[in-house]
C-alpha cells in the first residue's frame, strides 16, 4: 500500500539553525501539506500546495518558513532560523483531486520530530 | 476564528460503546472528518460527513447536524486497540479543490478491560 515517507525521523538542532524536512508523497497525488503538532497538543495546520505553488497557508506559516518540490517526488519544508517553539512534531501529508477522491481524507506521514535546544 | 471543541478524555470497557462529541464554530464549512492517532504517530483517516446524517464504516459510524454544528464518532465493540486519540476536523476550504484540514482538540480514549 502506497504511503506518505517522512525523513528524518527525528532531527535536534540548535536554535537560529536552518532545518530542511523532506517528505515523498502518494505518487498520484496532487495536494501536499505540512502540518505540526506540538507535544500533547492539536494537529495545526501550515501550509498546502498544489500545481508547484503554495494554494493556502496558516499565520504560523510566517517567514522563516518555506516549501519547495524540487524534482517529481520530494516535497520539503524549510526552517530558516529555528526558534525553541519550533519545537514540535511535523507531518506531511498527501491528498488525492477531490473530484472522484474520498472528501476530507488526507494521508500523513509518520512525521519528523524536531526538537530545538 | 476556528473552533471544533470535544471532550478531552473518555474512558470506556472492552466491548461496550463510546461516542465522542464534537462541536465546532468555523468561517467555512464543507465537512466533517475523523482521525485516529496512536500514540503521537501519523493520524488515519477513519470518516468523512459532508451531508447531515450517519455514515457506517464497519464498527466505526460517524454523524452530523449542520444546523448544530455538531458531529460525532461512534465506536462499537470496543477493543483494546482502539486506545488512541481521535481528532474531528472541518474541512473549511474548498481553495483549489484541496483538503485544508482544521483539527479538534482531540479526545484521548481509553479503553480498559
Known amino acids: 500500500e502506497p504511503e506518505v515517507t517522512q525523513t528524518p525521523s527525528h532531527q535536534v538542532t540548535q536554535m537560529g539553525q536552518e532545518v530542511i524536512l523532506r517528505c515523498v508523497p502518494i505518487?498520484?497525488?496532487?495536494?501536499f501539506y505540512w502540518y505540526r503538532q506540538i507535544l500533547g497538543q492539536k494537529v495545526e495546520f501550515l501550509v498546502s500546495?498544489?500545481?508547484?505553488?503554495?494554494?493556502?497557508k496558516s499565520e504560523i506559516f510566517d517567514d522563516q518558513f518555506s516549501v519547495e518540490r524540487p524534482d517529481g517526488s520530494n516535497f520539503t519544508l524549510k526552517i530558516r532560523s529555528t526558534k525553541l517553539e519550533d519545537s514540535a512534531m511535523y507531518f506531511c501529508?498527501?491528498?488525492?483531486?477531490?473530484?472522484?477522491?474520498?472528501?476530507?481524507?488526507?494521508?500523513f506521514g509518520e512525521g519528523s520530530r524536531l526538537t530545538v535546544l | 476564528g476556528q473552533s471544533l471543541e470535544q471532550p478531552s478524555e473518555v474512558t470506556a470497557v472492552e466491548g461496550a460503546i463510546v461516542q465522542i462529541n464534537c462541536t465546532y464554530q468555523?468561517?467555512?464549512?464543507?465537512?466533517l472528518s475523523w482521525y485516529q492517532q496512536h500514540d503521537g504517530g501519523a493520524p488515519t483517516f477513519l470518516s468523512y460527513?459532508?451531508?447531515?446524517g450517519l455514515e457506517e464504516t464497519g464498527r466505526f459510524s460517524s454523524f452530523l447536524s449542520r444546523s448544530d454544528s455538531y458531529g460525532y464518532l461512534l465506536l462499537q465493540e470496543l477493543q483494546m486497540k482502539d486506545s488512541a486519540s481521535y481528532f474531528c476536523?472541518?474541512?473549511?476550504?474548498?481553495?483549489?479543490?484541496?483538503?485544508?484540514?482544521?483539527f479538534g482538540t482531540g479526545t484521548q480514549l481509553k479503553v480498559e478491560l
Open positions: 501529508a498527501s491528498s488525492r483531486r477531490d473530484r472522484g477522491g474520498l472528501g476530507g481524507e488526507l494521508f
Open positions: 505518487s498520484n497525488h496532487l495536494y
Open positions: 500546495f498544489y500545481n508547484n505553488e503554495i494554494s493556502e
Open positions: 468555523t468561517s467555512g464549512f464543507y465537512g
Open positions: 460527513n459532508a451531508l447531515d
Open positions: 476536523a472541518v474541512r473549511d476550504t474548498l481553495t483549489g479543490g484541496g483538503n485544508k484540514l482544521t
